[in-house]
């Protein structure tokens, strides 16, 4: 559910005990108020949101003003159009929308068609494989490469099928920074994150030809043009973790910036009209983190179970090697051991920047809540807090895949944990087949030489 915008105005007009917000400023009872007894600070303070309050979020004029956050990290929107990941565009002001008849959905077709030649070429190509080799080495690079390629024909499922949730979650990102400028009285920044996303996407692409040329010069029988099915993939693996991250850092930073001007206002004027503006305000930043989780829920998921079976396999084929050639490192087990720290660096980002939004959100407004001194204030005042407080309770700052997995640093423990068991059991696996494969005549002398 959305927060709708009636029922954010009604909540900054504190409907129920003042209607300060919702009406224009009287100026001859401004020009009273100022040579009687009340602070002409908090006089001009009050005009300034009765000003503010005329914006409407639902507006897109207005929320093509306020939102920063999409001019921001544009770029990397458009990366994932260019490659038919994500078609949702800006066709109207302050709206993200997307349409299966669309020119971004058009052109995502032909390239998904034009792609999926190429990807069924390489996959043909390194299926051969298994039917050519006996070599339990080459199985193992073989089953890589295929799972490499799967992620090409989720798109579809994990792309395109989200599209219309991720649309509507960008756009509520707009409607967020309006709501933000009326409550705090400044615009919402990101420092630095149009920068940080040119590198990102810059860094996206070159990770990928590094890694993908690393490993055809490392692994035996991966051509170079057999890179031509992955480059797009690896790009996108890359920027879903890029882009997960810069969600998460967006989360951070206004989380950080709304407990700054709470703490503020709360010094100037602790009442509860502007407690509650603020209860609602976190109520919506609370919102954003949720619909992150189930915006993307089918795209993240498919992501971590990839990255778990890719790890799995890669320490598995590299231990392996160890056991039957010894600690004398080859190229093949230098791959396998690239393949296994570029899937973990992944799935750690992943993690990890979940964990740090979500401790922003509610810590720096749960402390300035229990830093005010309720003797000094009136019970109204006391009321809200005690709301807001039981809003932060009642709301907790965790980010759910639809409620499949909370994503934070215990997904990060608990996939190293179920990784570490399954490879034990392959191990398991793999040395009852070399003691089938050791001579008996061995055996036997072994036995004897226990004997004597």
């Known amino acids: 559910m959305v927060i709708k915008e009636s029922e954010f105005d009604a909540s900054l007009g504190y409907a129920l005990l003042r209607r300060d917000m919702g009406t224009v400023w009287d100026t001859a009872k401004d020009e009273r108020m100022v040579n009687g007894t009340m602070d002409p600070e908090l006089i001009q303070r009050a005009k300034e949101r009765a000003v503010r309050a005329q914006l409407n979020s639902a507006d897109g004029d207005t929320c093509e003003t306020h939102d920063q956050f999409y001019r921001d990290h544009k770029l990397l929107l458009v990366l994932f159009r260019g490659l038919a990941v994500m078609p949702i565009t800006r066709s109207v002001p302050g709206r993200i929308t997307f349409s299966w008849r669309s020119a971004a959905s058009i052109y995502a ?8 030649v190429i990807v069924l070429v390489v996959g043909y190509e390194r299926i051969k494989v298994f039917q050519t080799t006996t070599k339990f080495d080459e199985y193992i690079y073989g089953i890589l490469f295929v799972i490499f390629l799967v992620p090409h024909f989720w798109i579809p499922f994990v792309g395109w099928g989200v ?4 649309a509507i979650y960008k756009t509520m990102w707009g409607a967020f920074q309006v709501r933000y400028y009326r409550v705090t009285g400044t615009s919402l920044q990101f420092p630095h994150l149009k920068l940080l996303i040119v590198f990102l996407s810059i860094g996206c692409l070159v990770c990928a ?19 031509s099915a992955y480059y797009h993939i690896i790009t996108m693996l890359n920027m879903n973790s890029a882009l997960w991250y810069i969600n998460s850092r967006g989360i951070r ?10 703490r503020q206002d709360v010094a100037i004027e602790c009442t509860a009209a502007m407690i509650s503006r603020y209860r609602f305000l976190w109520l919506n930043l609370s919102e954003l983190l949720q619909a992150l989780g189930n915006a993307y829920a089918r795209t993240y998921s498919t992501y971590c179970l990839f990255m778990f079976v890719n790890i799995t396999v890669a320490i598995y084929g590299a231990l392996s090697e160890i056991i039957d050639h010894g600690f004398g490192f080859s190229f093949k087990e230098i791959g396998l051991i690239v393949d296994t720290v570029y899937c973990s660096t992944l799935l750690f980002i992943f993690c990890d920047c979940s964990h740090n939004a979500t401790l922003q959100v509610a810590q720096g407004v749960q402390d300035t809540l229990l830093s005010i001194n309720l003797l000094k204030v009136d019970q109204p005042t006391q009321k809200e807090i005690d709301l807001f407080i039981q809003a932060i309770e009642m709301n907790p700052a965790i980010v ?15 996939s190293i944990a179920t990784i570490a068991i ?12 070399i003691s089938q494969q050791i001579p008996v005549e061995i055996i036997e002398n072994v036995k004897l030489l226990q004997k004597q």
Not at 209 to 225: H, Y
Not at 253 to 262: E, G, H, I, K, N
Not at 400 to 414: D, I, P, W
């Open 109 to 116: 077709f032909c390239f998904y068609l034009v792609s999926t």
């Open 163 to 166: 599209a219309k949730q991720v």
């Open 209 to 227: 030809i590094v890694f993908l040329l690393s490993l055809s010069f490392l692994l035996e029988g991966f051509a170079l043009w057999h890179t």
């Open 253 to 262: 930073v206004a989380s950080s910036s709304l407990s700054r001007c709470f």
């Open 400 to 414: 759910s895949l639809k409620g499949y997995a909370e994503v934070n640093r215990e997904l990060l423990t608990s």
């Open 422 to 433: 399954y490879l034990i059991v392959l191990l398991q696996f793999k040395l009852s087949l």
